[in-house]
């Protein structure tokens, strides 16, 4: 064998090697997949036999477990409430009702505002307006909780509150009008309807999503001037630049709802305390914004608030509010107050040094 014919040998000899090794590779890979999908074969178990054969299994637990109470506490924290469509309350006289308190939700404005169908009450606001999707939407100040909660003790009355007074002071505050007698249609639709949202929530429970977020306080006071410039950018748009809104071509509701002045919310109600506007905007102003996509940053939230309840709108008669002093918010805006802090700081912040004292206060009790 001359050099030429070993080099050749010693090149095919290493040619078969490596052939053997992508041979064995290919054999080890091969069976590497067969283990792997014979993972996914249907066991050989009873309950697999009965199938296969169309039949009942004696063995089979689908439909024999519920999720136990626990796991339904979790799911609820995990997820957000959302209201159901009232279409599919019941098709009878009580779901008819329910639908017409949707309605009324709505569309307040058409049944009760100062053109309405029913009685001239409200101002032209729809309950809507501020629960959104007829309370139904997450972070949408929506109903989730009161079913659940009510009737209840509330700090801003000193009374234990039911459905019905509930309602009422949104009437009065929300929509600077009149309430309805309890008896009327019109009461019994909406509590109706409320309490249909609700009645899956277990008593005393607060879903996930519920109401109007708390946004963390700033560590200033909140600014008008900035809220002006925020109004101007973001929100003047549709809510007009003097806050008056717009109102539909029909002229019994509005297309775009009125932020302050004589047709606006009056200074008892939620949304004229900071911290319910701010958090209400938060997750759903400007319009189309929600808790997934939200378009301001907290500290535009608080000053665009600033801004807009700075602004002249109807007033009301509340020295009976709030009767324990140590139960007021820390952003109601209207001494007297159980601390020394001005109304201006209680209005516009910055609160924490009031919620400290507060908290300070209960405790020396
Ligand atoms: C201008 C805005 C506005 C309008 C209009 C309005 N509300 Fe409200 N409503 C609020 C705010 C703010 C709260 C308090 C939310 C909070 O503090 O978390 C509230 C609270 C409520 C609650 C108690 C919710 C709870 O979980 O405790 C009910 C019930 C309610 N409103 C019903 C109505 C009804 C019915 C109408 C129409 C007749 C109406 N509201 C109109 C702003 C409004
Ligand atoms: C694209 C139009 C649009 C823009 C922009 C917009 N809004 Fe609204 N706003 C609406 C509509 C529509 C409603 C009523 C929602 C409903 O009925 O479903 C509303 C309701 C409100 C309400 C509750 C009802 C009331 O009249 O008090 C407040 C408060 C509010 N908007 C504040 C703001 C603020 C603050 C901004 C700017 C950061 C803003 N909006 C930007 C369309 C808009």
């Known amino acids: 064998m001359n050099h030429e014919q070993h080099t050749i040998e010693q090149l095919r000899r290493s040619l078969n090697l490596s052939v053997t090794l992508n041979v064995l590779m290919a054999l080890v890979m091969f069976l590497g997949i067969v283990v792997s999908l014979t993972d996914s074969w249907p066991k050989w178990e009873p ?27 979790v799911a609820r924290k995990l997820t957000l409430w959302q209201g159901k469509n009232a279409d599919y309350a019941p098709a009878n006289d009580t779901g008819d009702l329910i639908r017409y308190g949707r309605d ?10 100062p053109k309405g169908s029913v009685a001239h009450i409200t101002n032209g606001l729809n309950c809507q307006n501020c629960h959104l999707d007829a309370g139904t939407r997450p972070w949408g100040n929506n109903y989730g909780a009161v079913a659940s909660t009510y009737p209840k003790f509330r700090e801003r009355s000193g009374t234990e509150e039911d459905l019905y007074k509930r309602v009422s002071d949104c009437m009065e505050r929300s929509l600077n009008g009149k309430t309805l007698p309890p008896d009327s249609r019109e009461m019994q639709a909406m509590m109706q309807y409320i309490n249909w949202l609700g009645r899956d929530v277990p008593k005393n429970e607060v879903p996930n999503g519920t109401g109007i977020v708390a946004l963390p306080f700033l560590t200033r006071a909140a600014d008008p001037a900035k809220g002006k410039e925020i109004y101007a950018a973001k929100c003047a748009s549709c809510h007009a630049p003097d806050g008056q809104g717009l109102l539909s071509p029909d ?27 701010a958090g209400y905007v938060k997750y759903n102003m400007p319009f189309g914004a929600t808790y997934q996509n939200p378009q301001l940053s907290d500290e535009e939230c608080w000053d665009v608030a600033a801004f807009v309840n700075s602004q002249p709108r109807p007033g009301m008669d509340i020295s009976a509010d709030w009767p324990n002093l140590l139960g007021k918010p820390v952003d109601h805006p209207f001494g007297p107050f159980a601390d020394s802090f001005s109304e201006k700081q209680h209005k516009f912040g910055p609160f924490q040094p009031i919620k400290d004292k507060i908290a300070a206060l209960k405790q020396a009790k």
């Open 104 to 113: 009324l939700i709505a569309n307040t404005a058409a049944y009760l505002g």
């Open 251 to 277: 002229g019994k509701t509005y297309a775009y709802p009125p932020l302050w002045g004589a047709h606006s919310y009056n200074i008892g109600a939620g949304l004229y305390r900071l911290s319910r506007f």
């Open 47 to 73: 309950e697999n036999w009965f199938k296969s054969k169309g039949a009942p299994s004696p063995y089979s637990v689908e439909n024999h477990e519920t999720p136990d109470s626990m796991t339904l506490a």
